[in-house]
């Protein structure tokens, strides 16, 4: 069956749209995952909303845990924490591996930027000009003067359709955000995570966190009695006053009744005060550099 080139390109943008809708299909992103993905999230964010608010302490179990849970975060934002010392075969290995997970778990084709899903379409044509010319060759089935004739169309036609489904995603997905309480509470548990990581520190913190550190140090800490005297909590800093807040956002989850929505709200608070404590502080300082100048 021969099909006119119309119908080809027809085809081709049909299929476009296609790869677009099995590539969220086989994703966390798919709708089915909402859940599992909402709960991953929220573990996130907690993670690092403790790290932002609690001074670095590699003795502490809930320290480690939320630099795990942070790095996961990272991680799945395509930001990579492979040894870079490793080299031969378990270095290659390792590498693969952590490939082969992003992709089984994300969006291969949709979160590509538009040239290299360009690229792709064309690759993709290619590959099928290919298969053509072998069945031409082997077969006697196929033209390959055809076929690389309409290649050019064709992988426009391809991109087309994959920009297409890219963009009825992307309208699915704001319609879902306003109508939909569980895209909203996503939604935020994504803004937050952004705000708390745009100075990219947690980053440079999970960076350079030991863990061999940790389990060095576990056993004397469950030892340690705790010292507090009331000179050092006269002194204590912004960045103190969070952390003991931010002790307890770990366990917020954990609260019988609490809700998902309830979470994030408590979140959100503990973060405005962190942000009004730091902001409560700068106006300090500088009614301090203020006072100065005026007694010079």
Partial sequence: MTFTWYENLIANYVAG??????????????????????????????????????????????????????????????????NNEQTGAKGLVNRITEKVKYFKNHERINKLKTGKQFALAYGMQVAADAGVFLSQISLGYGHIGRAFALTPFQGLALFGGMLTGKGILYAKDRISSVWSKSSKDEKELDSMARELTKDNKLLDIVRNYSPTANLKVIESTEIAPEKSSQTEQKQLSSVEIGQKVG??????????????????????????????????????????????????
Avoid: C, P
């Fill in 17 to 82: 749209i296609g790869f677009s809708f099995t590539d969220r299909l086989f994703s966390e992103n798919a709708k089915r995952f909402t859940k599992e993905r909402l709960e991953k999230k929220l573990a996130q964010t907690e993670a690092l909303n403790y790290l932002v608010n609690t001074e670095q302490n590699t003795s502490s179990k809930d320290y480690f845990s939320a630099i795990m849970k942070s790095k996961e975060y990272f991680e799945q934002n395509g930001i990579s924490f492979e």
């Fill in 247 to 296: 002790q307890k956002i770990v366990n917020a989850a954990e609260g019988v009744g609490k809700s998902i929505s309830a979470t994030i709200s408590s979140i959100r608070q503990r973060i405005e005060e962190r942000n009004k404590a730091e902001e409560d502080r700068r106006k300090a300082l500088r009614r301090d550099q203020l006072k100065d100048l005026d007694n010079y």
